[in-house]
């Protein structure tokens, strides 16, 4: 039996599903031009592998699980305007105004078909290539990188609005800039990759490089680990002009032997739920529209798990290191750095987090 978007007789492309994508490793600074890289900007969204076949598109996602039935405009998408035998590989992502929004994209993925159909209307995705794996009957996964590139870029004469293609540089100076200025659109950073690159699937033979700041937050509960009576992740807050404390995130990355000490360390300020600033959650968590972002929010992302946490009282602050921003949390887990003893939680607010500067993704695009 086919799964949806398959073609009647199955796939003949010379590259078919599923393709884990190849991926990237992280290092800290955009690298120097040597002579064998190129750059681009990295995407936030959802990585995606696209196969047409004629009427037959298919949506794959990094863990090979389709998107299809998630973003029907996309598949009518990529049959007006990629050609009838292609294999790309790149981004899906949401954008608002002049920049993209990952909460938006999120929303996305909805088990009801009604809802899917009614998001695809106000939220359309869109969709930014950036590798050519296969078009017509061409395998490209082992021709270099450059090569793929080329031919990625001549398939894009009668591309429109919804299926765009990454801007690339060889320039390593531009690279750096655009790392300083495209995260103002929501971008992620910057990929590098080289030149003879050919496709890998699922290794890490490129480099990203991300943003990564700090902040002071408030430690104001912990959850236990999967493995038993230890710290799992820490719960983080921040306070709003207003005094109210705000569930941002949580910072979970500790050895075993830390999540023991943790649980001694944290054992001082156990607290009961009714006297916290949190005492609320459950309720707030169901809202339609919290007045105050707090844990335990069940999410399609988090149905069945055990969303409960351990109070504590909100005095201690603990700096943390982030990348950026998703509206008022932390985009992603952040990293543990270090006790601050000499800070107050009442002056861990949001008015020490760095903005980056507005950047209109039109500009991105038309590069």
């Known amino acids: 039996m086919t799964s949806p978007g398959t073609p009647p007789g199955g796939w003949s492309l010379p590259v078919a599903p599923p393709v884990a994508p190849m991926l990237a490793r992280s290092v800290e600074a955009v ?36 998107f299809t039935r998630y973003f029907p405009e996309l598949v009518a998408a990529v049959r007006a305007e990629l050609p009838s035998r292609v294999v790309v590989d790149g981004e899906i992502v949401v954008r608002r105004g002049g920049a993209l929004d990952f909460e938006a994209l999120q929303q996305r993925i909805h088990p009801a078909a009604s809802r899917v159909r009614l998001l695809a209307e106000s939220t359309p995705a869109s969709f930014i290539a950036f590798d050519l794996l296969a078009v017509g009957d061409e395998d490209l996964m082992r021709r270099p990188f450059a090569e793929r590139r080329a031919r990625l870029e001549s398939i894009f004469g009668g591309a429109g609005d919804a299926v765009r293609l990454t801007p690339v540089t060889g320039d390593h100076r531009l690279a750096v800039e655009w790392f300083d200025a495209f995260e103002g659109a929501g971008l992620d950073g910057v990929v590098v990759k080289a030149r003879d690159l050919p496709y890998t699937p699922d290794r890490r033979v490129m480099l990203k490089v991300k943003h990564e700041r700090t902040a002071d937050v408030v430690v104001a509960g912990y959850r236990e680990h999967k493995t038993g009576p230890v710290v ?40 009961d739920l009714a006297s916290h600033p949190w005492g609320s959650w459950q309720a707030q968590a169901t809202a339609e529209r919290p007045e105050q972002r707090m844990p335990g929010a069940v999410t399609r992302w988090s149905s069945g798990r055990d969303l409960s946490f351990i109070p504590l009282r909100p005095e201690l602050v603990v700096e943390v290191a982030y990348d950026r921003m998703e509206g008022d949390r932390f985009r992603h887990t952040a990293q543990f750095r270090r006790w601050r003893r000499d800070r107050t939680p009442e002056s861990c607010t949001y008015r020490q987090l760095d903005r980056p500067v507005s950047y209109d993704l039109d500009d991105i695009l038309a590069r």
Request: with cysteine; hydrophobic share 35%; net charge negative.
């Open 232 to 271: 799992g992740s820490l719960l983080l807050g921040l306070y709003d002009d207003a005094g109210r404390l705000h569930h941002v995130g949580v910072a979970a990355s500790f050895p075993m032997r830390r999540r023991a000490e943790l649980i001694e360390e944290l054992e001082p300020y156990l607290t």
């Open 31 to 66: 690298p120097p031009q040597d002579g064998t890289l190129l750059y681009e900007p990295k995407w936030d969204g959802f990585r995606c592998v696209v196969f047409r076949e004629g009427d037959a598109v298919h949506l794959g996602s990094r863990n090979e699980r389709p």
